[in-house]
């Protein structure tokens, strides 16, 4: 070979090498720039599928961020594992919280606010805040500073087997209670020993049933002193007309799990459910009758309202600056109309966004799945529990209230009065 | 060798104590070795703390456990990023496994609605979100041939499998069943719900697990499984589980065991011919090692019924001989120790082997009565699973002489299920009777004891609460019959419209005050029933009229008894006011009858208002330090109470109810006392 030649030949290959150096070191480099940002969540099952896919989506569309999506348990679970993360200062970057955990972790600086993000370089615009529900907003504020972005949200309906309201008779769902007790009635279906065969509507011994029935009739849980106000004629009322169509008119059955199975089963013709609970609902029934989705029954239809209930995405401020930029792209990201409009399509939770309604997958989906809207009728006139650190025992304390009164332990006065006592402590007074 | 005084001891039949030779094997004893553990428990691989590792190491550490199963939720492990987490369980496990020293297990807990189970013995966990319901759930146990317990049977916070209904595919599988369960701050107690499982066929054996959900492991109670074994490996502490050597104990290393013969506690005896009738000896051992003495060791049967009993002891080895009431019975021991800690054995059974078990006999009537058509009520379950054919059914009662057939039928039940057994029958003798329930299938006759009744010689007075009309407190009065069934008065509710029909035999007719507002029913009396109801008064009926306190939202309307006591000419009435103390509504009051003073508790009273020259007055009683609160303002001493005589019969009107079931409970009150006085009035017209 010609000496020149493979002088060239060396040169090519050294040049090569070292082009195929720098390309590998690069790409070292760009692989280095890539954030991994840790969402520890509560979504199981079909819930939990569908987020898995967005954040599939997330991450195939922004090659330089990772999230790593982790399921911790259920929502009793999740909050005790955040509690033990954050006295170990090993939170994760981005998780779900509601807004009582929220109150709490707030107290050590645990969390970035919401709307440092909404405000910064990467913000939102007005029209784009403004989007957002105003009552989901609102849920989210804790001492006048908006700290978490409403993400999982949903609002309580009225369930009903369409099929047996057709066969007594009746052609509308109930809209207030005296129509609800008559078609309870209507419904029920007993054996020659009393015992149900079917009851008129199925019941649960919590706080958020509770709620249904308390928030329908003008409750609120708080007075104006900050107090709870369950105790008074309203909160009795609600209890007692819920423990009197237990054992007064013995049209209801409770339990304290998810009727979707028993309705699917025909055990019961209605029951009320949080929105995400549809989709069981469906699972359930498995086309054997019609049902249908009503707003709640009030106890006048001037009192009419749902409780919304779901999660909120909060930031760490542990992460680092990167890393919460990175969560907050994301947290933006999938309240992007698109993106809660997919999410309420997968799971029944509600979109957080206005105008999530008028793109044509929402548009489609409401068109094969009218149920689906019943949930959406009611988004004005949501009621929505207090974000307080001390809630998350309280509920516990007014869920006692409901399963005492309901085995009749104790009157719906004294069980009330119970709670209102405890509770108040909590609250400080 | 001395015998225990007879005056400690109960119930007995026939007892004979052994030389207690603590820990060696004792004359009789079956050879066999006590092992205790816990098979209930959380870390963070589901809703609990620490880890599997954390787990076995604390519990096969601090002693007294010889075994131990963890139980996470299933769910947990079927989400996509947990799924690993299972078998990172086993393997960790396996690390601290050594026959003979320490066993270590790894289950799960099924969460349900119906109520919670543990299972164990099958390659993958269930869990409800694949298994949504029973029958899922059972399938899947039974493609495995896995194992499961009923956790936390406690009916207060979840309906126990419709209330342990009989249902073979799953008795097969279920086989223990928590007697105690938790380590919160008490144990739960759940022997109730051990013997309803029991009555209505299940063969479960008896254990006791702390559900921990923190790093408290070994540590969190005194309460343990207790199990006997040959050895200590996984296969046989699997075995005894599945084969009900256990038993559940608050004392962690107090020894149990029961046997008859050859047999375990866990095992079946299948008798030659009829069981009912013939007698066993059934051993029991009972010894600490900490040397707790025991106050008292029962052995029950079914029914939850006390079969044997012996008094304060120092534990040991007894014998009792008894006798077999039915064609299918279970005996299980029950030892309370002198501190309180309470060990519960699982059950021997001794039966036919023709399989069905008949259960909750009652009479449906408060009263049976000579001559009188009665309803005689069993739950029935076939445990066959194969009861092709229906049931044969002969009701028999005994007085003086002996069994008599008073009626026969036939019942259908669902293979490997159970059915309602209501049999209408007429009883033709007067005083102690004793029935007696014979079920015939293809596999033969079963007898069971039904139970020992009382059947008078006449109709009892009768009393009736109205509930027809949206009264107060509907559904509230059961505490009402008890106590009048109590005083020999039989009560009962009316729910139609009143008339003559419905008042005839009445000797007394409660009202409470018809609530407005939400009802299924009317809230009003219409002319004629008020005309009947008074006429009835008139002619020798008892009416007692209840009012409530006016919260001013008009659901309290006192027309209608305005109109009844006018119709009657008792110049009395119903205030619209609310009797309050101090500010608030009152909740409770002394009042002055002829047969003495009473502290009675109720809620929203309102006061009576009586007119000049009311004839007739028989009592008017006043609550001093209560006050009556209307618009216009309070008043004083209040009228609470007032009665009357019209006619041949008696009008009462009190402010409220002081006795629903509410206040019939609450204790430090005398509403029962003064309930009873009243009804004696009402009825007899004795104070």
Known sequence: MPAGESMRKRTFMLVALS????LALGSASLAASKVTITFWHAMGAQLGATLEGLVKDFNETHPDIVVKAEYQGNYGALQQKLTGALVAQKPPTVSQVYGNWAAEFITSNALVPIENFVNGPNGMSKLEVDDIYEGLRKASMINGKWYTMPFNKSVYVLVYNKT??????????????QELLTAANKLTKRNDKGEFIRSGIGLRDNIDLFACFYFASGGEWLDKDGKLA???????????FMVDMLNKYKVAAYMSGYWDADFGAGKTAMYMTSSPGLSYTESAVAGKFEWGVAPLPASDLKYRATPVAGTDLAIYSKSTKAEQDAAWTFVKWMVEPTQTAKWAIGTSYIPVRKSALYLGIMKEYFAKNPKAEQSLKQLNYIKYDPNLAAWNGIRGDISTAVQKAFLAKATVAEALAEAVTVGNKKLGF | MRRHAMKSVILILLLTMVAPSVLSSPEGVPDINFYFGNLHAHTSYSDGMGTPTEAYSQVSTIG??????????????????????WYKSIQEAEAFYVPGKFVSLVGYEWTHSEGHMNGYGTPIAASRDTQRDFASFMDFMHEYDGIATFNHPNPDIQPNWNDFSYWKSADDIACMLEVGSGAYNRNTRNEPSYVKALDRGWKVGAVNNQDNHKNDWGSAAEVRTGLVAKELTRASVLEAMRFMRTYSTEDRNARALIWIGDNLMGDTITTDGPAAGKRMKVGILAEDPDGDSYSRIDLITNGGKVAASIGPSKGGVYYADVELLHDYSYFYARMVEADGDRIVTSPIWVETGAGLVASDFSVEDTFLVKGRQASFYARVADRTGSMASEVGYELYAK??????????????????RWAHLTIPFVPDMEG?????????????????????????????????????????????????????????????????????????????????????????????????ELAAVAGWVEDGGSLLLLGWGDIGDGSRDFKDFATLLGLLEVRASFSSDMLVFKGANATSATVSLQSGTYKIAFTEGCSLTLKEGAAGKVLIARTPGLNSKTEAGLAESPVFVAAFERGKGKVMLIGSVPFSDYELKKSGFDNTKFTASVLGWLMEGRW
């Open chain 1, 19 to 22: 082009l195929i150096l720098a």
């Open chain 2, 399 to 416: 007085n003086t002489g002996g069994y008599v057939k008073e009626a026969e039928g036939s019942l259908s039940i669902s293979p490997g």
């Open chain 1, 164 to 177: 047996a309201l057709d066969e007594v008779g009746i052609t509308t769902p109930p809209a207030t209670w």
């Open chain 2, 64 to 85: 007294g456990m010889d075994f131990f199963s963890l139980t996470e939720h299933g769910y947990y492990f079927q989400q996509t990023t947990n799924i690993h987490l």
């Open chain 1, 230 to 240: 369950i105790g008074g004629a309203t909160g009795q009322k609600a209890l007692q």
């Open chain 2, 432 to 528: 102690a009777m004793e029935l007696k329930l014979v079920l015939s299938s293809p596999a033969g006759p079963q007898s069971f004891s039904a139970g020992r009744y009382e059947v008078l010689d006449k109709e009892p007075m009768r009393l009736a609460v109205d509930e027809g009309h949206n009264n107060r407190l509907t559904s509230y009065y059961t505490g009402l019959v008890d106590l009048a069934k109590s005083m020999g008065y039989e009560g009962g509710v009316l729910d139609g419209e009143i008339g003559k029909g419905s008042l005839e035999g009445l000797k007394l007719l409660v009202l409470p005050l018809p609530e407005q507002g939400f009802a299924l029913t009317p809230t009003y009396y219409e002319e004629e």
